[in-house]
């Protein structure tokens, strides 16, 4: 699978051999093949973020997300994409690139404060939503995850929050969640959050989910939400998940992760790694044998 990022070509297929910022057992890889798990999940860290004036005026005033929600979607998932499992150098040229974009971000919000994307306080936010949105998505919404498993993740999570200029990636659910404590006092409502959502309501972001889900989604995104988060942001009850959504997100999550494409970047990556294309798709007692095998 080829991609480009603002013009720089992306090869997930090569340099055969080269290592991803994380390896193949890790629960990343397992996590970020489910199309399903990203679309939510990085709504919801989008949401955790847009509750800080400081990154929602970052974001809105200087970022093409209104006049080009797919393009800046579409950027956004290929970054993560690379980040989880390109070559890394790849992923260490194109997150530079970001972090140079994010360098030129700075301003005032609305009530006078200055802020500059390149704060350690707001990259450290930035990276751990996108981390809680990833994992809660998918042990919602597509297989439940051991509390092991949340733990490995959220430490592997540092590989990449390290590359994007975080200083503090929160270790586990728990370190989370004391983080958000600490931010909480900040969190507000606003008028930017709402017309966010409608925009991921209206389908121009993630065209290629069928419209019948993107409510679905949008209303899966804000039950992610820390239940006093949702409060301070004034997500009431016409935001609030049925069964009918619960249920066809699962089904749509569980098809996600069967779905194969042998172009795709888990595939292309796994056999830059000498592992089968449908590496990621065997249980887990296969892929350790492939793995040993692999050395």
């Keep these: 699978m080829q991609d480009t990022y603002l013009g720089t070509r992306i090869d997930f297929s090569g340099p055969l051999g080269e290592p991803a910022l994380l390896a193949p057992d890790s629960v990343q890889w397992r996590i970020y093949k489910n199309q399903i798990a990203l679309g939510i999940g990085g709504i919801a860290a989008v949401l955790l973020e847009f509750a800080d004036a400081r990154i929602r005026s970052g974001v809105w005033d200087h970022s093409t997300y209104k006049a080009d929600p797919i393009g800046r979607s579409r950027r956004t998932g290929t970054v993560a994409l690379l980040a989880c499992y390109g070559p890394a150098s790849a992923a260490k040229q194109v997150i530079g690139m970001v972090n140079r974009m994010h360098g030129k971000v700075k301003g005032e919000t609305p009530s006078g404060e200055r802020y500059r994307a390149l704060d350690p306080a707001l990259l450290d936010w930035v990276a751990a939503t996108a981390s809680y949105g990833f994992l809660s998505a998918y042990d919602r919404f597509v297989a439940p995850l051991s509390d092991a498993d949340k733990d490995r993740f959220m430490r592997d999570s540092e590989a990449i929050g390290r590359e ?6 929160p270790a586990s659910i728990a370190e989370f969640m004391a983080m958000l404590e600490e931010l ?3 969190f507000e409502p606003h008028p930017i959050i709402f017309e966010f959502l409608a925009i991921i309501q209206s389908g121009e972001a993630a065209p290629s989910i069928p419209r019948f889900l993107h409510r679905a989604v949008a209303r899966a995104a804000v039950s992610l939400l ?4 949702r409060r301070r942001l004034e997500l009431g009850r016409e935001y609030d998940l ?4 619960n249920r066809m997100l699962r089904l749509a999550g569980l098809a996600a992760d069967r779905h194969r494409d042998p172009n795709g970047a888990p595939s292309q990556a796994a056999v830059r790694l000498g592992l089968p294309a449908d590496f990621l798709y065997r249980s887990e007692r296969e892929q350790r044998r492939l793995l040993a095998a692999a050395g």
Aim: hydrophobic share 30%; aromatic share 12%.
């Design 184 to 186: 909480e006092p900040r």
């Design 242 to 245: 049925t069964w009918l959504d």
């Design 164 to 169: 994007f200029g975080a200083r503090r990636t």
């Design 226 to 229: 820390p239940p006093s988060v």
